[in-house]
Structure formats: C-alpha cells, structure tokens
C-alpha cells in the first residue's frame, strides 16, 4: 500500500522478536496472592496436512488480594483433558501461584481432579451458567427452578430449594435433569463460604469468558493457524494487551470483606 515490500525473512525476524516479549511475559513470576482464580480453555483451528485439526488454549486470570484483576496465564494444551490441566495448573504453581481460596470454571473434563491434584487447598466453584445450559439440554422449562436455588440467602437454604427443585423434576418425568441436579447441585454452591458481597462474581466464569469472546473475535479473523504455537503466540498477545487495559487496572472486588469474612470465619 505504501509501495514498500517487505521480504518473508524480515516478517520472520519481526515475529521472532515480539513472541520473545510474549514468552517473557506468559513466564513471568507470580508474586501476589489470588484469592479468586478463573479457569477455562478456548479451542482454535489448526492446519494439519490436508485437514484441520482443533488445539486447545487454556486461560487463568485471578483476583489479588487488593481486588484487581489479572492474567496469570495461557498455555497450549492438546485437548481440556486432565493431563493438559495438570500440565497448565503446575505451570501456575511453579512460577509461584499460591493456593487460591476458591477457582471457578466448568466442568471441563479433568480440571476437578487436576485441581486436587495441584492446588489441593483451594475450594472449587462450578459456573453456574454452565450448569443451567447441562440441563437445559434435557429440558428447557427448568431454569426459573435452578435459579431460585441459587437465590437463597445461605448455603442451607440452597440445598432445601435444590431438594425441592429435584423432587419436582421426578414429577415431570424429567429424571435425566433431576440426575444431572442431584450430582451437581452441591459444586455450584461453593461461593456461600465467601462475602455475599462477592457472590454475583465469583459463582460464574463469566469475567473469563467475557475475556475469551474479546480473544475469539480477533482470532477468528485468521481462521486456521499453521500451527498451534502461532494461536497460542496470538491468544496470549491479545491477553496481555487486555491486561494492561482499564480492564487490569480497575479495581474489581473490595477483598477486605474477605479478610474480615474469614477472620469471622476462624
């Protein structure tokens, strides 16, 4: 456009240099404590001989201890299996990542034990959105119910509603979704040991996944990567242009209400 070419082994260099920053920045120490710690993975298209295979990038963003929010980490994993999680959750550790008080996600196939695994003193809180859309997929007339369980003002209340809601479930002869409550029910109820104050944030992923839409709208302009360092190299650029926005540097939950809720607490 400017009438300048510039040759394949000059974009090559350009490249080089700038996953180098990213490198540096995916591996950096963790110094903070993260009390709140979010957890999911995006799948991307990846070019495979005269195919197209999927690779996955798993994403962790966390809450400090003053209330602001950050990315903590991106990795390639080959699929959301427990050995990828394992892989990514003992990255965290090593470059410092404490116990978080409590991590949030889906029931990716595999976090759950690899959390236990690595982070074996952190609470699980499974997303609650995602758990409305696993029994939606047996009946769409049930949402109302779900969410009135998760309106209740404690944690007994919660279960007293949840036994209400699976006992009217087997009246309609929706045993599937009364199935899926009844496994479920109790990991989405994590978030009552923490500040009512927090609760509307920290019982869903939803601040990851807002996150993970901004990263799939710029990448699905490539379509199919060549490779999947080259999605990993541009879903963590992306990350890290987000961090640095008003995104990372508002302040998002006041957390001395959970220093003085677990002061209460013990």
């Known amino acids: 456009m400017w009438g300048t070419k510039v040759s ?5 260099k350009l490249n080089k240099r700038v996953y180098e920053h990213i490198e540096r920045w995916r591996n950096r120490p963790i110094e903070s404590r993260f009390p709140y710690v979010y957890l999911d993975g995006l799948f991307m298209k990846m070019s495979f ?11 962790a963003i966390g809450v400090d201890d003053d209330g602001y929010r950050e990315v903590l980490g991106v990795c390639q994993g080959g699929k959301e299996d427990k050995e ?19 991590c949030i996600s889906d029931a990716c ?21 995602h758990f409305y859309r696993n029994v ?8 109302a119910m779900l969410k009135a369980v998760h309106a209740q003002e404690s944690r007994a209340e919660a279960l007293k509603k949840a036994a209400f809601v699976i006992e009217r479930l087997r009246q309609m002869k929706l045993k599937n979704a009364a199935a899926i409550v009844t496994d479920g029910i109790e990991d989405t109820l994590s978030y009552y040991a923490f500040p009512p104050e927090h609760w509307r944030r920290i019982r869903t992923n939803n601040p990851l996944e807002r996150i993970i839409r901004e990263v799939r ?10 490779d999947g360092h080259a999605a990993l190299m541009l879903v963590a650029a992306r990350l890290r242009h987000v961090s640095g ?12 209400l959970l220093r003085h809720h677990l002061q209460e607490a013990s």
């Open 109 to 129: 196939l595999g976090l759950h034990e690899a959390l236990g695994e690595v982070f074996s003193k952190a609470r699980w809180q499974r997303c609650t959105v």
């Open 49 to 59: 001989g005269d195919g197209v295979q999927h690779v996955a990038v798993l994403v």
């Open 8 to 12: 394949p082994s000059t974009v090559s």
């Open 245 to 256: 926005s008003k995104w990372g540097t508002r302040r998002y939950l006041d957390m001395d």
């Open 136 to 143: 939606s997929t047996q009946v769409r007339d049930v949402m």
């Open 217 to 226: 709208r710029r990448t699905q302009v490539v379509g199919s990567f060549p």
């Open 84 to 102: 990828s999680w394992l892989n990514f959750l003992r990255h965290l550790k090593t470059r410092g990542l404490p116990d978080p008080a409590l």
